[in-house]
DNA sequence: TGACAAAGTGACCGATCGTGCTCTTTTTAC
DNA sequence: GTAAAAAGAGCACGATCGGTCACTTTGTCA
C-alpha cells in the first residue's frame, strides 16, 4: 500500500498542474494519467470517480499553500515581521512556484464561485479558515489591537493587492507588478498600524 | 441579411453568459444553440469555428464594458468626480449586470492568461487600452498632475480592490464587500490626490 | 516462500465534442 | 413576383470524454 500512496500524490500533483493551466473541468484523465505514466484505467485505482480526484486536488493544494505560505510566517513574531513574509511567500507562491500557470487556488476561486456544491464548499471552508488566520495577525499589528472590523479592512486589501499582482503580471505584463504590490502593502501596514485607538 | 446580425448578437451574448459561468472552453455549441432555438449547424452560418466565435465574444464583453462603465463615467469632470463613476459602475458592472456568474472579463483574464494565441493577444490589447484610459484619470487627480508612476500605482490599487471585491463576495460570501471595497477607494483617492509634488 | 491483496493493463461502452455535408426554408433585392 | 442569397435543419463523421470490467502483474506480509 505504500506504493499507491506515492502513485496517488504524484496522479494529485500533475492534476493540480493542469487544473491550474485549464480548470478542474478542463483537465481529462487521459491527459493525467499520460502524464504520469499510467493507464487511464489505472487510475480509478486511486479515484472512484473524477469528482473524487477533484477533491484531493483542492485538498492537495491548499496545504501546499500552508506549507509554503503559513510555515515560514509561523517562526516570526506575530503582527508585522508575520504578515511582512505573509506577503512576499504568498506572492512567490504565486510568481515561481506556480510560474507556467498562474496560481491553483485563483483558477479554482473563480471557476468554482459560482458552481453551488461540495467542492466549492470545501474550498470555501479552507479559505476561510486561512482568512480568520491573517485577520488574526493583522489585530496584533497595533497595541492596543486593532478591531475585528479594521483588521478585515487590512485582509481585504491585502489579498485585493495579491490579486491585483498576478493580475497585472500575468495578463497585463507588467514588469513591475511585484514592487508596486509590495509598496501598496508595505503602505497599508504603516497606516494599518498608525491608526488611532 | 438583418435578420443573421440580429441571430449572431443573440449568439454572442448566450456564448458570452455561458463562458462567464463554464469558461470559454467549457461552453458546448450544442448548449449554446440550444439556448437561441438554433441547431447546432445553424451555428456555423454565423461562426467559421468555435474560436472564430470566442474572438466575437471577447470583443462584444469589452464593448459592453465600455458602455457600461465607462460611458456614465465619461460626462463627469475629468479626476476624481470620473473615477468615482468609474469604480461604482465597474462594482456594478460585475455585481448587477452579471450577478449570476460574476465578471467575464475576470473570468476570460485568469483563463486566457497562460494560453497564448490570438484570443489572449485580443484580451491583452483591450485591457491595455483600458488600463491606459484609467490611468489619464489618474494624473487628472492633482494640480499639477501625477506623474506616470504615481498614476499606474493608483490604477494598480484600483484595479486591486475591484478583484477583492469579487473575491470576497462571490467565493468569501462577504456580505460588505462593496463596503470595504468603496472605503478602500475613496481612502485611495484622498491620499493620491494629497501627495506631494 | 506462498498466498492474498493491491496496483495496473487493455478493450470497450454510451455520450458528447466540434465540424462538414446536403437539403429546405426564409429573407432580401430587383 | 421572382430569383438569388442568406439562414437554418438534419444527419453523420471521427475524436475524445468519464467510466466499467475482466484480467495480469506486482508488492506485501505471515
Redesign the pocket.
Known sequence: ?????A?RARIIAEAARQAALRGLTG?????VADAV??????L???F????DMHIAVVESVMDRFGEAVWKPAEARAPGRARLEVVFERWLHWGETEWADSGCPIMALSVELDDQPGPLRDLLHKRLQGWRKTVVREFRALRDPPLSEAEAQAGYFQMKSFILGHSDARRMMGDADAQRSAAAAFDALLDRTARMAA
Open positions: 500500500m505504500r506504493k499507491g500512496e502513485t483537465v481529462s484523465l487521459a491527459d505514466g499510467l493507464s487511464k484505467s489505472g480509478f485505482k486511486h472512484e470517480s473524477k469528482e
